[in-house]
């Protein structure tokens, strides 16, 4: 039976408290739902997505649906892709901290897709009853899909580059020229590119379904709304805006097509979650799903006042993770994810909150970090955490958990500083390059631990860090006050585009520099899309409302910036060929046959670095090959003049120049076999470049 034919009532069971969510069987669909304050709830079942009042009501007797705090039901006959949602009754009383309402329509915290054709948020916000324009949740059968042997690829995180990317923004240019632009299937046409790139990760902002209709404000009669997508509405479900056909249910068959193709590629998939708040908002925000399931379970509300709601995350309420009910979500949600769409990996957006205890107070050993990091479903899962939270718990180089990497805030902002040319940073340079030992080892973490960025989505492109001085956010329409203010970034001498052939010359090498740095670290690197042909974002350091061209990946500079291209391929080349970049373990004193030690530092004279020097802008190393790989000699000039460097003699071999960000492309990054020999024992820096230096047998 389809569902869209439905009409006639189904005889309903009493069902199991579990599985939660809505689970499609031989017998029907058995409904389940977590309330632990409520004292009734009813099911609602819609005959097509856009119908405004559901064909059948069916209200849940406690004496019979209804197991401690589960509330179930089984309904006989019942197809996958029917649409529904609940009504939770109970105490409406803020101050105590509960706010049912049973005029309020609820989609289903475990659903595995939802339709908002017929959704106004406001109606969400008042007491008043709004089934006409609630969203609806639509049964999802998982079974029967081909997976054609598919699986999680299960890459060793040492060998990952990350490539993170906005699910819509990527093809929703009309400059990318795909059939279906900003959804799962507009990626698939655009895999080619990333395969001959080079990444072998692709991370994803938030795919989990959002409120992309809700506006923020308007600019000049234009509408802003929440496009990166960092509020979640339901964490089990694909975000139907990316989904070409979400009315009839397509949501996990369409976003399994995407993941299928990219592993085919040899590209794992990353997904940017956000446990931390839900897209409820505060006292004042709208009801559409735990707030009228169950408030004081989900949330942390003040103490005291319970009608209020903690604010760890900035957003308005903050998810109380590490309440039983609440970790048994996340981690069933995480499980979901990897067993049912062969997702590789998670970065747990203001990941810190994690951390909190049900009052709010940071803990030493939090259940749900833990349990994610023991789980057996998840042991092969990459898991990353934003290192903090927005009430000022920092955590990098300390997050609990042993194999939890993190955002390295601290590699970010040490390389900017660096490159920019500030004086006296080649110790912290060199630290970072090295891993952060600084952060992991004495705790007995690894080089892994550290995802190396220098920018990210939240922040100036890589374009812009060496275009702007200053953030430009009045296109967010407000004032220019969001976004941070120190951004650690150098215009290069004029702020914004510039038709000065110099300026671009030298902006073009400050993004090499940075390119070659970064993929030269030891860590896990991750890149931003669009950097590597130099997308801009016009000095927007917050474009989280900027649904247009200021977001959207612009491909007509894959052409215009095809040098810049090569060299981010070259780079990323280069980085999986030598193990040396990409080992799990940090520097050790290790000796090859040629005795060099694993890591040499040197400054413009050999083994002489200037760790005390205030004003130094200069650094090299020399990282030992090991089991018949060569040897790489590094040198970085920031300072603005040409520095001669004295070159390491290595009995019996000769040294390549396989990078110089200074020369003009191609020159800049030789094709692999094509290195340029150096006969000299000094080699002359320019200003504001890096060279990179392989030998062989000579």
Same mark, same amino acid.
């Given at each position: ?33 977590f ?50 949602a ?7 009383n ?104 080079g990444?072998?990760?692709v ?68 997904l ?92 030493a ?18 898991v ?10 920092y ?38 390059l090295?891993g ?5 080892q004495?705790?007995?973490?690894l080089?892994? %631990?550290?995802? !190396?960025?220098?920018? =990210?989505? *939240?922040?100036? #492109?890589?374009?812009?860090?060496v /275009?702007?001085?200053?953030? +430009? ?64 974002? %016009?000095?927007? !350091?917050?474009?989280? =409302?900027? *649904?247009?061209? #200021?977001?959207?990946?612009?491909? /007509?500079?894959?052409?215009? +910036?095809?040098?810049?291209l ?37 400054g ?95």
């Amino acid at each position: 039976m389809a569902a869209s034919a439905l009409s006639a009532s189904f005889a309903v069971e009493p069902g199991s408290p579990h599985p939660l969510g809505a689970t499609p069987g031989p017998d029907g669909v058995n409904f389940s739902i977590f309330s632990g304050n409520a004292t009734g709830v009813e099911l609602l079942l819609f005959a097509a997505y856009d119908d405004p009042q559901p064909f059948q009501t069916i209200r849940l007797d406690p004496a019979v649906n209804k197991n401690f705090h589960f509330w179930h039901v089984l309904v006989r006959g019942l197809p996958a892709g029917t649409h529904y949602a609940y009504r939770v009754d109970g105490s409406f009383n803020p101050a105590a901290g509960q706010r049912f309402n049973r005029n309020k329509v609820l989609i289903d915290p475990y659903a595995r897709g939802n339709t908002d054709a017929l959704w106004q948020r406001g109606a969400a916000c008042t007491p008043d009853d709004n089934v006409a324009v609630s969203m609806r949740s639509v049964v999802i059968d998982p079974s029967g899909y081909d997976w054609e042997g598919d699986l999680p690829l299960k890459r060793p995180i040492e060998d990952s580059i990350i490539y993170e990317m906005h699910a819509r923004g990527f093809t929703q240019s009309p400059s990318s020229e795909v059939g279906h632009p900003g959804t799962f299937a507009g990626i698939i046409e655009k895999i080619p590119y990333l395969k001959d790139l080079g990444v072998t990760a692709v991370e994803l902002l938030p795919i989990f379904d959002f409120d992309e209709t809700a506006v923020l404000r308007e600019l000049d009669g234009k509408p802003l709304t929440n496009y990166w997508g960092y509020s979640t509405m339901s964490f089990f479900a694909p975000q139907s805006f990316y989904c070409t056909t979400p009315e009839i249910g397509s949501h996990l068959r369409e976003f399994r097509d995407l993941v299928k193709a990219l592993h085919r590629a040899g590209i794992e998939v990353i997904l940017d979650v956000v446990f931390n708040h839900t897209d409820e908002g505060n006292h004042m925000g709208p009801t559409f799903s735990f707030k009228g399931a169950d408030n004081q379970t989900y949330y942390f509300l003040v103490p005291g006042d319970l009608q209020y709601y903690m604010d760890f995350s900035g957003c308005g309420n903050t998810f109380n993770c590490n309440h039983p009910i609440a970790q048994k979500l996340i981690v069933e949600c995480l499980r979901y994810w990897v067993r049912e769409a062969h997702v590789d990996g998670f970065r747990f957006d203001e990941g810190s909150i994690l951390a909190r205890g049900e009052d709010g107070t940071p803990l030493a050993q939090p259940p749900v970090v833990w349990q994610i990091e023991l789980d057996e479903d998840l042991a092969d899962a990459k898991v990353i955490a934003e290192a903090w939270d927005a009430a000022g718990l920092y955590q990098v180089g300390h997050f609990p958990g042993d194999r939890w990497a993190e955002w390295n805030g601290r590699y970010r902002d040490d390389i900017r500083s660096f490159v920019k040319g500030d004086p006296g940073m080649v110790g912290a340079a060199a630290t970072r390059l090295a891993g952060s030992s600084d952060l992991y080892q004495q705790r007995g973490s690894l080089p892994v %631990n550290s995802i !190396n960025f220098v920018n =990210c989505h *939240d922040g100036f #492109t890589l374009n812009d860090l060496v /275009s702007y001085n200053s953030k +430009h956010n009045e296109a967010n329409g407000e004032n220019n006050n969001d976004g941070i203010n120190n951004n650690v970034s150098w215009n290069c001498g004029v702020e914004g585009p510039s038709d000065d052939p110099a300026v671009e010359a030298l902006r073009a090498r400050q993004v090499r520099n940075f390119a070659a740095l970064l993929l030269l670290s030891r860590g896990v690197p991750m890149l931003v899309a669009g950097d590597e042909v130099r997308r801009t974002q %016009n000095g927007n !350091n917050n474009a989280y =409302c900027q *649904d247009n061209g #200021t977001s959207w990946f612009d491909w /007509s500079l894959v052409d215009q +910036h095809g040098d810049l291209l090569r060299f981010w391929k070259r780079m990323i080349e280069f980085r999986k060929a030598h193990a040396t970049l990409h080992l799990g373990q940090f520097f050790s004193g290790a000796v090859n046959e040629r005795g060099l030690a694993d890591v040499t530092w040197h400054g413009t004279k050999l083994a002489s670095p200037a760790w005390d020097d205030p004003e130094a802008q200069a650094l090299g190393m020399t990282l030992a090959g090991f089991q018949g790989d060569p040897d790489i000699h590094v040198m970085m000039n920031m300072h603005w003049e040409p520095l001669d460097f004295d070159l390491p003699v290595v009995t019996g071999r000769v040294w390549f120049r396989a990078v110089d960000t200074a020369l003009a492309p191609p020159s800049d990054i030789a094709d692999p076999g094509s290195e340029a020999p150096v006969a000299e024992s000094t080699y002359a820096v320019a200003g504001r470049s890096v060279v990179v230096l392989v030998n062989r047998a000579g």
